[in-house]
């Protein structure tokens, strides 16, 4: 079974530099069989970087809706 967002959560507010060495295995559901297209594995690390962005600790750091949506348009 995958994990529950909220451990992950929790470990990034207890370190925040720890967001650097999370792996997107650690993230996803691991019941889920990987992308076997190269082109689908490229958007789920896109949008999984995205995800990382989005919790970060400092708001400054956070990515604006309009900066989320241009990223999305590339998709």
């Known amino acids: ?5 909220k451990e992950l959560l929790t ?3 207890l370190s925040p530099s720890s967001m650097q060495s999370i792996l997107l295995k650690d993230i996803l559901d691991p ?3 990987s992308p076997q ?3 689908v594995a490229s958007e789920i690390i896109l949008i999984g ?3 990382l ?3 970060h600790f400092k708001l400054q750091f956070r990515p604006t809706m ?3 949506c241009s ?5």
Do not use: C, D, F, Y
């Not at 079974?1 to 967002?5: A, E, I, L, S, W």
């Open 1 to 5: 079974m995958g994990k529950h967002p």
């Open 11 to 13: 470990l990034l507010s």
């Open 31 to 33: 019941r889920l069989t």
């Open 37 to 39: 297209n190269q082109g």
């Open 49 to 51: 970087r995205m995800a």
């Open 53 to 55: 962005k989005w919790i």
């Open 66 to 68: 309009h900066e989320v």
């Open 71 to 75: 990223e999305l348009l590339v998709i």
